[in-house]
């Protein structure tokens, strides 16, 4: 099977130290999948690394004028190269170990979005780190727009618009028919607009999981994988009469999100993503699970899996 991971930012760490050590941790449960024949791409988040390399250039610029200011779409560049480098090293290591030959690479990913798109209206996408309410009540006077996320603390929000198109997806295609394990479309992918035959960049962040399902759709993989920190998708999570799920259709899906079930900073995005995924064809299926049981999730034994009907 042809099988697209999505990865949060948050589960590869905010120093180079952690990314590297959870690279490692990722590498190896997603590698066991190749050892059954599966080809991988893989697409991560990128919010704490984003968010920490536009906080150090804006703080550079500020204190030195020889340091030019970078856009959010140009971070958001050096992140993919940057979170890429260590999903490599470490990718490469854990196959060596497991004696399989098999070459990662990552590709500086473009996604088209559409200039219109009502998001830019509404910013809802975090980047960056928690915050306290008064580092958050500091930011808001500098003009970033902040919000609580999920009891968790406070968050930098930016617009969040669908991703239309991968520009590189004929590249990735041909690197997975070459036997590459390919990362691709890094913190949902770089957002572009089209101008004529130019792309230009912006300042957004498409959520990666959705950039996922658009990426899975478009090289027509067989799985799209969302990883987690939760064994299965639950309903009234949180709750005493909290209860997982193992399995659910579109029309249960949609109806579970009427009944508002899904925190929208979380698990709402993951699902949607999923239902886009497995919509057109019966045959996909979409599974939103545990890194730690990516193995039993693709075997029906763990994680929730979203099909058509």
């Known amino acids: 099977m042809k099988i697209v991971f999505a990865i949060g930012g948050n589960a590869l760490?905010?120093?180079?130290?952690?990314?590297?050590?959870?690279?490692?941790?990722?590498?190896?449960?997603?590698?066991?999948?190749?050892?059954?024949?599966?080809?991988?791409v893989i697409v991560h988040g990128n919010g704490p690394q984003v968010g920490l390399i536009k906080t150090s250039l804006d703080i550079?610029?500020?204190?030195n004028p020889k340091i030019p200011f970078v856009s959010l779409n140009q971070a958001g560049a050096m992140s993919q190269g940057y979170i890429g480098y260590a999903l490599q090293q470490a990718f490469r290591v854990t196959?060596?170990?497991?004696?399989?030959?098999?070459?990662?690479?990552?590709?500086?990913?473009?996604?088209?979005?559409?200039?219109?798109?009502?998001?830019?209206?509404?910013?809802?996408?975090?980047?960056g780190d928690f915050c306290t309410f008064e580092e958050a009540e500091a930011m808001r006077k500098q003009g970033f727009t902040?919000?609580?996320?999920?009891?968790?603390?406070?968050?930098?929000?930016?617009?969040?618009p669908k991703p239309q198109h991968i520009v590189e997806k004929d590249a990735i295609q041909s690197l997975i028919q070459s036997g590459y394990l390919v990362i691709a479309a890094g913190g949902g992918g770089?957002?572009?607009?089209?101008?004529?035959?130019?792309?230009?960049?912006?300042?957004?962040?498409?959520?990666?999981d959705f950039a996922s399902s658009k990426l899975a759709d478009l090289i027509q993989a067989d799985r799209l994988i969302l990883l987690t920190a939760v064994s299965r998708v639950m309903v009234n999570y949180g709750k005493p009469n909290a209860k997982p799920i193992e399995k659910m259709n579109l029309k249960e899906a949609n109806q579970y999100i009427k009944e508002g079930q899904f925190a929208p900073g979380s698990m709402l995005p993951k699902v949607e993503a999923a239902m886009l995924f497995v919509k057109i064809h019966s045959s996909r299926q979409a599974i939103i699970a545990s890194l730690k049981e990516t193995k039993q999730a693709i075997q029906g034994l763990s994680g929730t899996a979203i099909v058509k009907d």
């Open 13 to 40: 760490g905010s120093t180079p130290e952690e990314q590297l050590k959870l690279a490692y941790e990722v590498s190896l449960p997603i590698l066991e999948l190749v050892q059954l024949g599966h080809q991988i």
């Open 60 to 63: 550079g610029h500020k204190h």
């Open 95 to 127: 196959a060596a170990k497991l004696k399989l030959n098999l070459q990662p690479v990552t590709v500086i990913t473009q996604v088209e979005v559409d200039p219109k798109d009502p998001a830019f209206q509404n910013p809802t996408k975090p980047i």
């Open 146 to 160: 902040m919000v609580e996320d999920s009891g968790r603390g406070y968050r930098q929000v930016v617009p969040s």
């Open 190 to 208: 770089i957002p572009v607009v089209r101008d004529g035959v130019n792309l230009k960049g912006i300042d957004a962040v498409i959520d990666k």
